[in-house]
């Protein structure tokens, strides 16, 4: 692969994923202090969207990034290339699609002038801005990605190693020692679940997404509860059970909506016209 392009590619990942973190301070930020009271997409539906959008991009993000960051490093054939540029293409559409929620919800329900809600307004329109200059870069940086082979053979354990690869490479540089389990090559998810074979993401990845589900469900339950009890027990664990039930459907459908799309199952892939199989 073409050095320049791999740099390309690696530029552009850290620059979306940093547009992810920055929606993401811009999610949490805007739900508390003074622009609660006068944030209108603090309610549903805007707020079930930007809930869905934030996660989305921030675990999307990170995962291009962490890619693009072992296609540098010679770790990746070139044919990962098109799954970092489709993270790159998901990450711009869950935030673009939250921003543009956002924005009706400003139109439709007008608060009254202050400083808390100029200063919403400001650091919504500085979203859009951002936004518009990462997709001005990936255009720029990704204009003949579909001439690239894609590769058919990945699965969440691919993914597992990417991650894994980003706080390697990141432990390396700073000069840390590095866990045990990070220094047993490049698929150290492989010996992560050397003894959880039933649950291992390179041969049961449905399974493993499943299990994921339910423990970002707990996790996401777990923080509510911060929030303070219900009046009732009853409601109390209502309400948690809902909220792991909505977080379980949640990963589930994405891994089965976009896992083939990232790169993160075996899928239906067809090599684009004149690729070399």
Known sequence: MDEKASRRAFRVSALTAALAIVFTLFFQLSKAGPFREVNPFLDDPYDAVG????????LVGVLTFARSLRLIHGELPEARLRFIARGNVLVLGAVLLALVGDTLAVIAHPVAPSAASDELRLALGGMF?????????????FPRVREVRLDSDVTLADGI????????????????????????????????????AWLSPRAHPWRFACALGLLLG?????LQLQEGPSPSAETTLLVLALF???EFAATVTGFALFGGYLGLRPGRLRPPRGAVR
Do not use: E, T
């Not at 690869?165 to 010996?191: K, T, V, Y």
């Open 244 to 246: 792991v039930s909505i």
């Open 161 to 196: 190693d990417d991650l894994a690869a980003l706080i390697r490479i990141s432990l390396a540089r700073s000069g840390f020692g590095l866990p045990l389990w990070l220094q047993m090559g490049r698929r150290p998810s492989d010996r992560l679940f050397f003894h959880l």
């Open 218 to 222: 707990l996790i996401v339950a777990a």
């Open 129 to 141: 801005l951002f936004a518009a200059l990462c997709a001005s870069a990936f255009a720029a940086s």
């Open 51 to 58: 809930s869905i959008a934030f996660q989305v991009a921030l």
